[in-house]
């Protein structure tokens, strides 16, 4: 039913840039939050940045000054700007829509390593 379909990660040198997208489908509409989250291996899920239907941003400490969200609502696409990324940033990035409360849809995620 619901599909989140990430795209634009890969690999990058340090301090180069990404942008990620992600695709929402399937009897969607624009209310609730969109985000980006990230694990690497052996570790808990972490918050990237999210951004409400009210064009609410919060963002993790990691991405603060070098991470960007934005939101197409007409389209159901969320985005990420990756800019002066570091090896640390190595992780897989995924997609999340909060329909409502207590109810998360989650994309398969895109691959971001980020290698000297």
């Known amino acids: 039913q619901v599909q989140l379909v990430e795209s634009g990660g890969g690999l990058v040198q340090p301090g180069g840039t990404l942008r990620l997208s992600c695709a929402a489908s399937?009897?969607?509409?624009?209310?609730?939050?969109m985000g980006w989250y990230r694990q690497a291996p052996g570790k808990g899920r972490e918050l990237v940045a999210t951004?409400?239907?009210?064009?609410?941003?919060i963002y993790g400490d990691s991405a603060k000054g070098r991470f960007t969200i934005s939101r197409d609502y007409a389209e159901n696409t969320v985005f990420l700007q990756l800019n002066n990324l570091k090896p640390e940033d190595t992780d897989v990035y995924y997609c999340?829509?909060?329909?409502?409360?207590?109810?998360?849809?989650w994309g398969k995620g895109t691959l971001v390593t980020v290698s000297s």
């Open positions: 999340n829509w909060r329909r409502a409360v207590g109810v998360d849809f």
């Open positions: 399937g009897s969607i509409v624009s209310y609730g939050i």
């Open positions: 951004i409400s239907n009210g064009r609410n941003t």
